[in-house]
């Protein structure tokens, strides 16, 4: 039997516990002041150098991290040393149970289900979804996404069709409206008691969603340029926060350079997870699926079983 993520949380937090005190049986504490025991926390957030940890009792501390530990990001536990009621040092990352990362550069850690949050305005784009969904694939989490702003569409039946050949593939799509209301209760009751991320574009919705499921956060929102239908880059700092009814939520900035990133061709064939049972039936092993004779996807393709819009997104990004 596999444990949760909140068991083995607990275990190796009793083990932390115990490393601790073995660290300070060990350095004769004798003269040092209460404060500079070991405890184990979580990373809130993390601001350039600075990280804000929060320990056992909710209680939120300013750290700057040892330099020989790993970058550190929400979602992760560590090992810190008070130096007096509100700052501290980092002195031990914990083991991870996964970590979120683009291009090489961790977003968050430790998270169970992250939320793909697209909207009708800034419309969203299949080559960026499928930009995002490869992300998400590689860190090999539950994902589901969230079309926001359905209010706006005059035609949702296309907008459901286009999300189709996500469904199909078994990601659960959910429509929402933060102005309307539309489809907000039910993903409060989705979001209990585990650990979330919402990941997407600037100006999505992803602060005004988070707004909806924690309302005395108040987290700051911003209007979408007129112009260019495009967010502000309201949020700057992925920052972790506790849902009251159970659970936590992830807020992280849209980052602009998505679009950009280079994936290497391995990433992106793990982020097409349907084309995952033909691959092994390709005639060369080293298929890259593009114009290879008896290639097992493009036999997919012919015959319907993989969806002609993403094989395109595949070719575009493995280009
Ligand atoms: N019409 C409409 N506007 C919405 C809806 N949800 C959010 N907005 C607006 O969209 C704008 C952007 O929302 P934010 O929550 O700041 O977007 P974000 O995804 O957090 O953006 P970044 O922090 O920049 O990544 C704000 O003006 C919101 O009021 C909705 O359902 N319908
Ligand atoms: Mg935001
Ligand atoms: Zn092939």
Known sequence: MSLTRRQQWHI???????????????????NLPETTEAQIGLVIT???????IENSSGNLIQCTARRNIDP?????????????????VVTALLRRDNALERSHKLIAANIDEL???????????????????????????????????IELSDNINQV??????????????HYLSVKTQIGIDTLKTQLNDKA???????????????????????????????????????????TLYHIPTGGDLIDSPGVREFQLDTLNAKEILEGFKEFKPFISQCKFRNCAHINEPNCAVKNALETGNIHPKRYESYLALIA
């Open 72 to 88: 550190c990001v929400a979602g992760d536990q560590v090992i810190f040393q008070a130096v007096d009621n509100d700052s501290g």
């Open 196 to 238: 979330h991320i919402f990941l997407g574009q600037s100006g999505v919705g992803k602060s005004s969603l988070i707004n909806q499921l924690i309302p005395k956060l108040n987290l700051r929102v911003n209007e979408i340029s007129n112009k260019s239908k495009l967010g502000k880059h309201t949020t700057t700092a992925t």
């Open 46 to 52: 993390r601001y350039g150098q600075r990280l804000l």
């Open 12 to 30: 190796e937090k009793i083990q932390a516990e115990r490393i601790a005190r073995a660290n300070k049986a060990s350095s004769n504490t004798e």
């Open 160 to 173: 459901k069709k286009d999300f189709a050949m996500y469904e199909d593939i078994s990601y659960p799509v």
């Open 115 to 149: 939320w793909l949050v697209v909207a009708i305005e800034p419309h969203y784009q299949f080559d960026l979804i499928d930009r995002y969904l490869i992300v998400a694939q590689n860190a090999n989490l539950a994902i589901n996404i969230i079309v926001n702003k």
